[in-house]
T-cell receptor
Framework: GENVEQHPSTLSVQEGDSAVIKCTYS??????FPWYKQELGKGPQLIID?????GEKKDQRIAVTLNKTAKHFSLHITETQPEDSAVYFC?????????FGAGTTVTVRA | EAGVAQSPRYKIIEKRQSVAFWCNPI?????LYWYQQILGQGPKLLIQ????????DSQLPKDRFSAERLKGVDSTLKIQPAKLEDSAVYLC?????????????FGDGTRLSIL
C-alpha cells in the first residue's frame, strides 16, 4: 500500500516568516494530494489539495507544489500568523483511499 | 452547510466493555468513512461505505470492530470487546462520491479512552 513520510515533525517559526512542510509518497499511481490542518480537539480541515496533472497551486498565503518524478510534494505557508499554529497532515490517494503522513506541529511565535 | 456530526465527543470505558459511536454525514454525501487516529499519528482508514454498501474494510479488525450504515445516511461504529490499544480518536468523514475527485470532510471525532 501507499506509504507517506512527512517532515519535519515539529516546526517553530517567527510570525511573518514562511513555513515549509515536505512529504514523500511511495505509490506512483497516487493522483490526489490533499493537505489538512488539525487544531486541538477538532477534526482535520481540508486547506488545499492538488492533483497529479498540476505542478503547483496557490490559495492566498498557502501554496502546494508537486514533483511526480521525485514523488514528493510540499506545503508552503507565507506570512505566518498565530492562527496558523496547528498540526498539518499531508495525504496521498490512489483513486479514493487516503494515506496520511504522521503530521507536523507548527508553532508560530509572536 | 452543516458539517459532519459525531457523538459522543468523549467516552471512557474499561477494557473488555463495548462502545458505539454515531456519525451523521454532510447532507447529500453518498460516501462515508471511519478513521482511527492514535495520538501523534495521522488518521488511518478503518472502513468506507458507498451509500449503504461497504467499499473497503480491509483495515477493520473484524473480530472486535463492526460498522453499519443501514439507510445510506447515518452510520455507527462499534467496538466489542475493547482493548487498551483501541484508545484513540475515531473520526468520521464524508464526501459526495467515492473517488479522489470528491474531497473528504471530517467531523470532530470521538475521543475514546480505555482504562
Amino acid at each position: 500500500g501507499e506509504n507517506v513520510e512527512q517532515h519535519p515533525s515539529t516546526l517553530s517559526v517567527q510570525e511573518g516568516d514562511s513555513a515549509v512542510i515536505k512529504c514523500t509518497y511511495s505509490d506512483s499511481a497516487s493522483n490526489y494530494f490533499p493537505w489538512y490542518k488539525q487544531e486541538l480537539g477538532k477534526g482535520p480541515q481540508l486547506i488545499i489539495d492538488i492533483r497529479s496533472n498540476v505542478g503547483e497551486k496557490k490559495d492566498q498565503r498557502i501554496a502546494v507544489t508537486l514533483n511526480k518524478t521525485a514523488k514528493h510534494f510540499s506545503l508552503h505557508i507565507t506570512e505566518t500568523q498565530p492562527e496558523d499554529s496547528a498540526v498539518y497532515f499531508c495525504a496521498a490517494a490512489n483513486d479514493y483511499k487516503l494515506s496520511f503522513g504522521a503530521g507536523t506541529t507548527v508553532t508560530v511565535r509572536a | 452547510e452543516a458539517g459532519v456530526a459525531q457523538s459522543p465527543r468523549y467516552k471512557i470505558i474499561e477494557k473488555r466493555q463495548s462502545v458505539a459511536f454515531w456519525c451523521n454525514p454532510i447532507s447529500g454525501h453518498a460516501t462515508l468513512y471511519w478513521y482511527q487516529q492514535i495520538l501523534g499519528q495521522g488518521p488511518k482508514l478503518l472502513i468506507q461505505f458507498q451509500n449503504n454498501g461497504v467499499v473497503d474494510d480491509s483495515q477493520l479488525p473484524k473480530d472486535r470492530f463492526s460498522a453499519e450504515r443501514l439507510k445510506g445516511v447515518d452510520s455507527t461504529l462499534k467496538i466489542q470487546p475493547a482493548k487498551l490499544e483501541d484508545s484513540a480518536v475515531y473520526l468520521c468523514a464524508s464526501s459526495l462520491g467515492p473517488n479522489s475527485n470528491q474531497p473528504q470532510h471530517f467531523g470532530d471525532g470521538t475521543r475514546l479512552s480505555i482504562l
